[in-house]
């Protein structure tokens, strides 16, 4: 009884940061509230694992990161493609709504992995080490997907200028 409890509290206070996180990796509020429904629900059975872990965030994190990247193996993921609808924009650290539209639709044309990089180092503010952790890889391979995942966005976007900076 407890442990649901704990489970339950938990839940209700991260589920707007996991759901955000979800967004971030899949494009689609849809979609992310699949990954999000599937993840807490595995959450769920392994509670007490995850309550053992130093961090239960980091934990949860980490089996939602796990969860999109093996999204690809689903059949139906493979067939059904929902429509994209204007994204809820508010807590992004690139500029104005215009932009931040156009940098999400690069980042939904990303491998999954590299946008998992993307999403994990520049949104949730992880470190290098952090992300490797979270993506079972190491610190170089955070770092060169990172670099190529960058170089991509830059010929999907080459006359993108961050707000607050002069285009000369």
Known sequence: MR???EYVDYVRARTPS??????????????????????L??????????????SIDAYVRTML????LAERER???RRVRPVDTLP????????????????LAALAKLSRGQRAVLVLRYWEDLDVAQT??????????????TS?????LRRLLPNYVPEGKDAS
């Open 3 to 5: 442990d649901e409890r």
């Open 18 to 39: 996991l759901r955000r996180l979800a967004y971030r990796l899949c494009g689609q509020w849809s979609a992310a509230d699949d990954l999000l429904q599937d993840c």
């Open 41 to 54: 629900v595995a959450l769920y059975r392994h509670w007490r694992k995850a309550t053992a872990a130093e």
């Open 65 to 68: 990161v796990h969860a999109y």
């Open 75 to 77: 059949a139906w993921n």
């Open 88 to 103: 809820e924009l508010a807590a992004s650290p690139i500029g104005g709504a215009e932009q931040r539209v156009d940098v």
């Open 132 to 145: 490797a952790a979270i993506l079972g890889c190491s610190p170089g391979t955070v770092k060169s997907q």
């Open 148 to 152: 190529y995942a960058i170089t991509a």
